[in-house]
């Protein structure tokens, strides 16, 4: 793909990017953005829409994503911030090949519980794997009272510090550490969009806040259900989303109100099934009622 095959939507404060991440990631201005999010295809196999996540040597994966995340380093500004993500397999490859190429400050599991048999002749994976990356670590955005979650010591056992003076409660609040319980995205969430590794708001919400500020310019190059857009746009940010997909570039182009149609078709939220199954049963009731 060439940059003249990029479609660009939206405007100044939201733009939305159909087309290859790299390719994409080369029209944006170096050192400009403040915030990247990154949360690639895992090599796992994943079915995207007919697309399937997955290459055919892990040297081919690993050499493309080599390509993307040196890319998001120059776009990054002196004191921006760098999330990445990806599967638990790939994840020590990132984190060698970053390390002398930015600062990684934390590594932090992305935890959650499944409904469903995970494994049964090996332990199966309950987390994701995420990088905090900073390319200052002494100049960098961090809003630790945006995010402050309950201590359960102080806020529950409500245990005494004898090592102040004078002595006194534990804080009732504090920095979240680097295990990270939200809930994966269901079917039945009123945020679920139809994708199938989309990254929940809560998740994307303690990030933006933490690592921006209002008027902030916040990037995802693998946008999907193009959550981190939308997150950006209720917290103030600005926004840049890249996806290859034109049926999730719909997706995005709706959730962050840029265009009503596309390509003649209007823009709507395609009802689940039990919300079918209500809509005909209220034109049931309705017809036995009249």
């Given at each position: 793909m060439k940059t003249s095959d990029l479609k660009f939507f939206g405007d100044g404060n939201h733009k939305v990017i159909l087309g290859d991440a790299v390719v994409a990631l080369n029209t944006i201005e170096d050192n400009s953005v403040d915030l990247i999010f990154a949360d690639p295809p895992y090599n796992i196999g994943k079915n995207f829409n007919g697309y399937k996540d997955k290459w055919n040597k892990d040297e081919d994966y690993l050499n493309w994503c080599y390509k993307w995340l040196d890319l998001c380093i120059k776009k990054l500004k002196p004191n921006g911030s760098f999330y990445v993500m990806t599967s638990t397999q790939f994840m020590p490859f990132y984190d060698i090949y970053l390390r002398d190429k930015i600062k990684?400050?934390?590594?932090?599991?992305?935890?959650?519980?499944?409904?469903?048999?995970?494994?049964?002749?090996?332990?199966?994976?309950?987390?994701?794997?995420?990088?905090?990356?900073?390319?200052?670590?002494?100049?960098?955005?961090?809003?630790?009272?945006?995010?402050?979650?309950?201590?359960?010591?102080?806020?529950?056992?409500?245990?005494?510090?004898?090592?102040?003076?004078?002595?006194?409660?534990?804080?009732?609040?504090?920095?979240?550490?680097?295990?990270?319980?939200?809930?994966?995205?269901?079917?039945?969430?009123?945020?679920?969009?139809?994708?199938?590794?989309?990254?929940?708001i809560a998740l994307l919400e303690r990030i933006i806040k933490a690592s921006s500020n209002k008027n902030d310019l916040v990037l995802d190059p693998f946008s999907g259900t193009f959550t981190t857009s939308f997150v950006a746009k209720q917290l103030g940010r600005r926004s840049i989303g890249i996806e290859l997909q034109e049926d999730y570039i719909k997706i995005g182009l709706r959730r962050l109100e840029i265009q009503k149609e596309y390509n003649g078709s209007k823009l709507a939220k395609e009802p689940r099934s039990f919300e079918k199954q209500t809509c005909t049963q209220q034109k049931e009731l309705a017809l036995f009622n009249q």
């Open positions: 990684i400050l934390s590594r932090i599991a992305w935890y959650y519980d499944s409904s469903g048999v995970q494994a049964k002749k090996y332990y199966g994976s309950l987390y994701e794997p995420i990088l905090f990356c900073v390319k200052d670590e002494d100049h960098y955005t961090f809003n630790a009272k945006n995010i402050l979650v309950e201590a359960k010591t102080g806020a529950k056992r409500r245990l005494i510090d004898y090592r102040k003076n004078p002595p006194q409660v534990y804080s009732s609040e504090k920095v979240p550490g680097n295990v990270w319980e939200f809930s994966r995205v269901r079917y039945r969430m009123d945020e679920y969009e139809e994708h199938p590794t989309q990254k929940p």
